[in-house]
C-alpha cells in the first residue's frame, strides 16, 4: 500500500511536517510509504520549490486540488481562521484529514465544523503532537493506574520567546481576524489538550491574558497587536484537582515545556527531552515504576524515533503524530486516544471558555 500525500500551505509549520516525512524512509516505522502527490499554496512563487520538494502537481486552486484523483490524504497547514472551509471540503471530497492544530479560530466555528461532518466516514487528526511525547504516554498510564493516588494539583507550562523582540514583523499570527488569539490559542491549545487527555475534563475556567508587545511593523505602518502574548489559566477539574496553565510567547530566558503533576502518593514531573517522566514518592524520592502499557501507550512506542536518531524532541512528536496518522488510514481506523474531531472541539470550546474569562477579568 501507498498512501498519496496533499498538502495544503508551504509555510514554517507545514515545512516542520515535511521534515518529518522525509525521515520516514530512514526511520522506518510501521505505516505505508508516502508519495508527495499535490501542494497546495496561494504563492505562486513557490511553484517551482514545491516540484523541487518531490510535489508531482502543485496547485493554486483547491477545487484543482481537490479533483486529483490520487490524493488520499489531505494535510492541512494554513491560517487558523481557513481550517473549518478547508476541512469541510477536503472531507466532502473523500480524503483523509491531518490538520495543523488548532482545529479553527473559535468555538463557534469548531462546533459548527461538528454539526457539518457528522456521519463522515473519512479519518481526521488533529497534530496536537505533545500526547505522543513518550513520557506523557507513560505519565498518563501511570496515573490511571493510581501511582499517584489522587490527583489534587498539577502545573503545565509551554514558553516561547521570539515575540518580545519589537522589531519582529507582524503575520497571520498577531491577527486576530486570522488567528483568533495569540499564545493562549497557539501554545494553550496543546496544554489544554494535555489537561483533558491526562487527567480530566475541566468543570470551571478562570484566566487571564496580556499582550505584552502592543504594535508591530506592517508593510503597510506600524498597527496595534490584537492577540496575547501571555496567558494564565486555571482549571477546576471533574475529578477534583486544580491546577494552572500557563503559555508564553514573551518568555526570554525561559524557553521549554514543564509539566508537573501532583497526588496523594506522589508526583510525576515531565520534560520533553526524556522519554520517561521523573516520578517521586511520598517522601520525596525518585523511583522507576512498574507498570503495563495502556492501549495508547503500546500503538505509540513502534512510532517514536529512537534516541540515537532522535531529531529533538519536537520534531519527534511531530514524527510520531504523523505516522499514527498513517497508520490509522492504512489499517481503516484510530486507536483510541486519537486527537480527532471531537477531541479537537472539546480542546476548542476549552480555548474558547479561557479567552470568555479573561475578557472579564
Not at 92 to 116: F, M, N, S, V
Not at 210 to 230: F, N
Not at 331 to 358: C, I, N
Amino acid at each position: 500500500m501507498q498512501i498519496n500525500y496533499g498538502l495544503i500551505g508551504l509555510g514554517g509549520i507545514a515545512r516542520t511536517h515535511l521534515q518529518a516525512i522525509s525521515c520516514m524512509p530512514v526511520l522506518s516505522p510501521p505505516v505505508p510509504p508516502l508519495n508527495l502527490a499535490a501542494l497546495l499554496t496561494t504563492d505562486p512563487g513557490k511553484t517551482d520549490f514545491g516540484h523541487k520538494l518531490g510535489f508531482k502537481h502543485v496547485e493554486q486552486d483547491l477545487d484543482r486540488f481537490l479533483g486529483l484523483p490520487e490524493l488520499d490524504v489531505v494535510d492541512i497547514c494554513t491560517p487558523n481562521r481557513l481550517h473549518k472551509e478547508q476541512v469541510i471540503a477536503v472531507a466532502k471530497a473523500g480524503k483523509h484529514i491531518y490538520y495543523e492544530k488548532p482545529l479553527t479560530a473559535d468555538g463557534q466555528e469548531a462546533a459548527a465544523l461538528e454539526q457539518e461532518l457528522v456521519g463522515t466516514e473519512q479519518l481526521l487528526q488533529g497534530a496536537f503532537v505533545l500526547r505522543f511525547l513518550p513520557a506523557v504516554a507513560r505519565a498518563r498510564t501511570l496515573i490511571a493506574q493510581g501511582l499517584l493516588g489522587r490527583i489534587h494539583s498539577f502545573r503545565f507550562q509551554l514558553y516561547h520567546a521570539g515575540y518580545l523582540n519589537p522589531a519582529r514583523p507582524g503575520s497571520w499570527r498577531l491577527q486576530a481576524e486570522m488567528s483568533g488569539g495569540g499564545a493562549l490559542m497557539d501554545l494553550g491549545c496543546h496544554l489544554l489538550d494535555l489537561v483533558r487527555f491526562m487527567l480530566a475534563e475541566a468543570e470551571s475556567v478562570q484566566a487571564w491574558t496580556e499582550t505584552v508587545v502592543k504594535e508591530r511593523k506592517w508593510p503597510q505602518g506600524m498597527e496595534k497587536v490584537d492577540v496575547d502574548d501571555h496567558a494564565l489559566v486555571v482549571l477546576g477539574l471533574k475529578n477534583g484537582s486544580r491546577g494552572t496553565v500557563e503559555v508564553s510567547r514573551v518568555a526570554v530566558g525561559g524557553e521549554g515545556l514543564r509539566l508537573e503533576i501532583y497526588g496523594s502518593n506522589g508526583a510525576v514531573h515531565i520534560t520533553p527531552d526524556k522519554p520517561v517522566p521523573h516520578c517521586y514518592d511520598v517522601s520525596g524520592r525518585e523511583f522507576i515504576p512498574e507498570g503495563e502499557a495502556d492501549e495508547f501507550e503500546r500503538h505509540l512506542q513502534p512510532l517514536v524515533p529512537p534516541a540515537k536518531l532522535s531529531m529533538g524532541w519536537m520534531l519527534d512528536s511531530h514524527f510520531a503524530s504523523l505516522a499514527w496518522f498513517l497508520r490509522s488510514v492504512q489499517t481503516g481506523s484510530a486507536p483510541v486516544g486519537t486527537p480527532d474531531l471531537a477531541e479537537g472541539v472539546k480542546t476548542q470550546l476549552l480555548v474558547q471558555a479561557a479567552y470568555d474569562s479573561a475578557k472579564k477579568t
